[in-house]
């Protein structure tokens, strides 16, 4: 099992918006290595969804239900996209500023490269994450 963080503006599509859907094609990834995190993707793989802009924080627990194939939104060839659906609501966000002050998490790329939407986590540091928003595993 892999494990992957993704981001995406309340304002567009929100954690609670994922749980009334039931679960969504992640499309609309425009930067290549994005792109290629997606296509290395695999059902069952976990991911947490992460509120950027409004709320900075980790909100719920997603898993891989699609493997990665062609994004319909995309107007050339080469996007890809996958679909998600939603595992369960963190009983407690996790924010940003407690994500930048907890030592084990200091080289995830939420830090690294703040502008990656898809983006790879250790296995150490999905338990450090879920651990921080009231999850045990």
Same mark, same amino acid.
């Given at each position: %099992?892999?494990?992957?963080?993704?981001?995406? +503006?309340?304002?567009?599509?929100?954690?609670?918006?994922?749980?009334?859907?039931?679960?969504?094609?992640?499309?609309?990834?425009? $930067?290549?290595?994005? *792109? $290629? $995190?997606? &296509?290395?993707?695999?059902?069952?793989?976990?991911?947490?969804?992460?509120?950027?802009?409004?709320?900075?924080?980790?909100?719920?627990?997603? +898993?891989?239900?699609? +493997?990665?194939?062609?994004? &319909?939104?995309?107007?050339?060839?080469?996007?890809?996209?996958?679909?998600? *659906?939603?595992?369960?609501?963190?009983?407690?966000?996790?924010?940003?500023?407690?994500?930048?002050?907890?030592?084990?998490?200091?080289?995830?790329?939420?830090? *690294?490269?703040?502008?990656?939407?898809? %983006?790879?986590?250790? +296995?150490?540091?999905?338990?450090?994450?879920?651990? %921080?928003?009231?999850?045990?595993?």
């Amino acid at each position: %099992m892999q494990y992957w963080m993704v981001k995406q +503006e309340p304002t567009a599509y929100s954690w609670d918006n994922f749980l009334k859907d039931g679960g969504t094609a992640w499309t609309g990834v425009r $930067n290549y290595q994005a *792109r $290629n $995190n997606l &296509a290395a993707m695999r059902g069952g793989d976990r991911v947490l969804f992460y509120h950027s802009v409004i709320g900075k924080e980790i909100v719920g627990l997603a +898993e891989v239900s699609r +493997e990665g194939y062609p994004d &319909a939104t995309a107007q050339e060839g080469g996007w890809i996209c996958v679909d998600l *659906r939603p595992v369960q609501t963190l009983p407690r966000p996790v924010t940003l500023d407690q994500i930048k002050a907890e030592p084990r998490l200091a080289e995830i790329a939420l830090l *690294r490269q703040s502008r990656l939407s898809v %983006m790879p986590l250790g +296995e150490a540091e999905f338990r450090v994450l879920v651990q %921080m928003g009231g999850l045990s595993l």
